[in-house]
């Protein structure tokens, strides 16, 4: 194949703050991405309604490939990641860590002073990515077991571990990127 051909590989995904529209779309892509948790399609169209300042999608050829959801937990400084899907075109391309960094450089999140995100013991592709994020960002990881399997999902779930990673300065992360 010649160089000069444009290809999903050598062009960049464009991110951007999701739309109520975005839902349908949202939804299939988390499908695709095993093993996270469907959720239903009215819960990624509210998502993208009303926490988009806190949701990040990623778009490649006008077909969303990544996406992110979080919110900040009230009353405190944490931003809470709940999903990351990336589709299967999009891998490879680093985007999970860059649509995380791009969350973390938002004024919605300005006073985020953690990021948390719960990941079962056994989701290597998010302790990479979270474990990746965390070294980029000069930040430091720390785990603990949170929603126990059988305390809190009746034996239906593994267990959760909440993830904590400290941010530094908005201004620190725009010069690691």
């Not at 900040?72 to 709940?82: A, H, N, Q, Y």
């Not at 953690?114 to 302790?127: G, P, V």
Request: net charge negative.
């Amino acid at each position: 194949m010649p160089k000069d051909i444009d290809t999903p590989r050598t062009r960049a995904p464009r991110l951007r703050k999701p739309l109520a529209t975005d839902g349908a779309a949202i939804w299939e892509l988390i499908k695709s991405c095993k093993p996270l948790d469907e959720n239903s399609m009215y819960c990624n169209l509210v998502q993208a309604d009303h926490f988009r300042d806190t949701c990040v999608v990623a778009e490649l050829d006008g077909e969303i490939v990544g996406w992110i959801s979080g919110h900040m937990i009230p009353s405190k400084d944490e931003l809470f990641v709940w999903q990351v899907a990336v589709s299967e075109k999009a891998r490879g391309l680093g985007l999970g860590k860059l649509m995380l960094l791009d969350l973390v450089e938002r004024d919605a999140c300005d006073g985020a002073t953690h990021l948390k995100t719960t990941i079962t013991e056994d989701n290597d592709a998010s302790w990479g990515l979270f474990k990746s994020f965390a070294r980029a960002i000069g930040g430091k990881l720390d785990d603990e077991p949170h929603f126990e399997r059988d305390v809190h999902f009746d034996g239906h779930h593994d267990t959760e571990h909440m993830v904590t990673i400290t941010l530094p300065d908005v201004v620190e992360l725009r010069r690691a990127a």
